[in-house]
């Protein structure tokens, strides 16, 4: 199991419309996740073997599980609860669970992770 590192956004970092720096890409962990608080709430932004990166409520859509917490395989993540595998790149649950959790879009700069929290 990953443990994910809770970090706040700066002010300064929300001054750009929409778009919030998150982090390094090196800040989180490969195969795991580092949690941004926002005001949507703890979003959870993953980096897969691959180096690439997404951004997804850091809540299961079947009862709320922390997915930072989870198994990042591939563009999945496994939920620590009951292992649900939801998918990175929409947060939906790969079948034959249903739902789906928020996602956001990612876009990297410098080595620096934007996650889009807006609209
Ligand atoms: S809360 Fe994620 S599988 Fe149950």
Redesign the pocket.
């Known amino acids: 199991m990953n443990m994910a590192t809770v970090i706040p956004i700066n002010s300064a970092a929300k001054a750009a419309v929409g778009w919030r720096r998150a982090c390094g890409v090196e800040d989180i962990p490969k195969l795991g996740a580092r949690v941004i608080k926002t005001a949507h709430g703890n979003v959870a932004v993953f980096r897969n073997a691959e180096d690439e990166t997404f951004a997804l409520q850091d809540e299961?859509p079947?009862?709320?599980?922390p997915l930072s917490q989870g198994i990042v395989h591939g563009r999945k993540v496994t939920?620590p609860?009951?292992?649900?595998t939801i998918q990175l790149e929409d947060g939906c649950a790969v079948a034959p669970d249903q739902g789906c959790t928020r996602s956001y879009p990612v876009r990297i700069e410098n080595g620096e992770v934007f996650v889009r929290l807006g609209a």
């Open positions: 299961c079947h009862k709320k599980g939920c609860l009951h292992s649900w």
